[in-house]
T-cell receptor, first 109, second 114 residues
């Protein structure tokens, strides 16, 4: 079956770095997406990886290893506004997104 | 900026009622999607559409139907609402052609069926 695993909740300190991991098993693979969702709001796109390696976008970076079925989202210089849920989604061979349950990130001062 | 608008943020309906959830996007996107989001679960795809008057079943279409009469509008219909359809419903849209295009989401409709 198809499956996405990510931690349910993580806590980090303002100004620090946090890495949110995601492992996936899908029928075929057409890329890995990360979204951010603040409580009560729409998910918003953060990153898309289809090739192995690290993609950096400001304070956020996303890494993909296709051979390991693994991705992570790295958040640097954490700010209080980064408190949100982070959703990992893998695109399968039918171009459908398979979603993880999300990681709730709590930032403490 | 892409805008996806869902008609209601909160809805309370009774079991057996017919429920309409409306979604409108303003960026001329070809693809539109309906998901439901439940605690502890990932987003689950109910239906999607790649074109006007076209619809495809997602992973959990039972108890739902959809309508896409105009490109910008995608409606989700609960023919006879049941308590297990209490959930957050999210609409999304994406550009056509490139199937790996980013999906843009509305703010969601939280539906309670009593």
């Amino acid at each position: 079956g198809q499956n996405i695993d990510q931690p349910t909740e993580m806590t980090a300190t303002e100004g620090a770095i946090v890495q949110i991991n995601c492992t996936y098993q899908t029928s075929g693979f057409n890329g890995l997406f990360w979204y951010q969702q603040h409580a009560g709001e729409a998910p918003t796109f953060l990153s898309y990886n289809v090739l192995d390696g690290l993609e950096e976008k400001g304070r956020f970076s996303s890494f993909l290893s296709r051979s390991k079925g693994y991705s992570y989202l790295l958040l640097k210089e954490l700010q209080m506004k980064d408190s949100a849920s982070y959703l990992c989604a893998a695109m399968d061979s039918n171009y459908q997104l398979i979603w993880g349950a999300g990681t709730k990130l709590i930032i403490k001062p | 900026d892409v805008k996806v608008t869902q008609s209601s943020r909160y809805l309370v309906k009774r079991t057996g009622e017919k429920v309409f959830l409306e979604c409108v996007q303003d960026m001329d996107h070809e693809n539109m999607f309906w998901y439901r989001q439940d605690p502890g679960l990932g987003l689950r795809l109910i239906y999607f559409s790649y074109d006007v008057k076209m619809k495809e079943k997602g992973d959990i279409p039972e108890g739902y139907s959809v309508s896409r009469e105009k490109k910008e509008r995608f409606s989700l219909i609960l023919e006879s609402a049941s308590t297990n359809q209490t959930s957050m419903y999210l609409c999304a849209s994406s550009l056509g052609g490139e199937l790996t295009n980013i999906q843009y989401f509305g703010a969601g409709t939280r539906l309670s069926v009593l």
